[in-house]
């Protein structure tokens, strides 16, 4: 395998791991405040569709994201009313959104546009383009740093350097700031926190809006960066990966990334290896190259982080004492 390869397969991995990486990190907040989301795969499906829909509407990709950050806080916040003003259970309203994104994303893309759900394809400035960093042409025939730098870095849209972005900013809020301190110590021990006089139905609040921003955004780079429009289902189970890759990473940030990335390479090897003549084996059927993300997730899962402990308040609603 030769270096050029090798750089396509670490463009391939960030370009991947970028949607699971904001969902990671949306799931972080919100899991971080006690309030357990597994309808990241919704969130990011509804903000894929209002993206893709939006875009094509106004022939705008800022609009486009707009619309999806917007869509996607809105699923949160009902998750949101479910679980902390209503104190229902968290797994029930998290399938209870991907269940209704799934579904209206389809009905009202097949009512609008006809298309079987999908919307009409975007190009332009209705889509994120590539964006190329200073130095990386120049720089690019330079020995192995330099077409990392042009091929790796460099080369990207804007809505995959916010995500990159997030994880030091994530980080730097939880583990720096006194909203940070206060929003882990929520989903600790929530008492102490309304003991203190601070609301506990705030901080959460916050922490899924927080979440459904994230969502929003890893939906948008999926319709209007990576692709060129909606597809029905087109989060593929990137969710539920996420929520195996916030668990890998023990709920903190810069694990996050790095769990991220490694389910990023596992895709981008799967995609490298579909058509690959195996000796003594034959072809490999592309069924099994398409599962090994998800058969390495399980595996990862199982036998290779140890003991992973949520935080101690999570998926519990807190009821306040009188």
């Known amino acids: 395998m030769d270096y050029t390869t090798l750089l396509t397969i670490a463009d391939s991995t960030v370009r991947l791991s970028i949607p699971l990486l904001c969902a990671c990190l949306a799931g972080l907040w919100s899991e971080r405040s ?23 509407a106004s022939s ?12 996607s ?50 190009d332009g400035a209705a889509r994120f383009g590539e964006l190329v960093l200073p130095g990386a042409e120049r720089l690019a025939a330079a020995p192995v740093l330099g077409p990392f730098y042009a ?16 994880v030091p900013v994530t980080w730097f809020v939880l583990a720096r700031t006194r909203f940070g301190l206060r929003l882990r110590a929520v989903g600790e021990n929530p008492a102490a926190v309304d003991t203190a006089g601070i609301s506990v ?5 916050a922490a899924v809006t927080i979440c459904g921003a994230l969502c929003g955004l890893g939906g948008a780079y999926l319709a209007i960066a990576q692709s060129a429009g909606f597809l029905p289902l087109m989060t593929a189970g990137k969710g539920f990966i996420a ?63 140890g003991r992973a402990v949520p935080p101690r308040a999570s998926g519990i609603p807190y009821v306040k004492e009188r």
């Open 34 to 56: 006690g309030v357990v989301d597994i309808g990241l795969e919704g969130k990011m499906l509804a903000a894929a569709f209002a993206a893709g829909a939006a875009a094509h």
């Open 243 to 305: 929520l195996a890759a916030l668990i890998f990473a023990k709920w903190r940030a810069w694990p996050a990334l790095g769990a991220c990335l490694l389910f990023g390479l596992l895709d981008a090897v799967a995609i490298r290896l579909q058509g690959v003549v195996v000796p003594g084996i034959g072809q490999v059927p592309v069924q099994a190259i398409q599962a090994l993300p998800y058969v390495m997730t399980v595996v990862l899962l199982a036998g290779f982080i």
């Open 201 to 205: 139905a705030a901080l959460r609040y």
């Open 151 to 166: 091929e790796v870095v460099s080369g990207h849209s804007l809505l995959v350097y916010l995500a990159l972005a997030a």
């Open 60 to 71: 705008s990709a800022v609009l486009g994201l707009l619309a999806a950050i917007a869509v």
């Open 73 to 122: 806080m809105a699923f949160a916040l009902v998750h949101g009313f479910a679980a902390i003003s209503q104190r229902g259970n968290q797994i029930v309203s998290g399938v209870a959104i991907n269940m209704l994104a799934a579904g209206l994303s389809a009905i009202i893309g097949n009512a609008w546009y006809g298309q079987g759900g999908r919307t009409p394809p975007v």
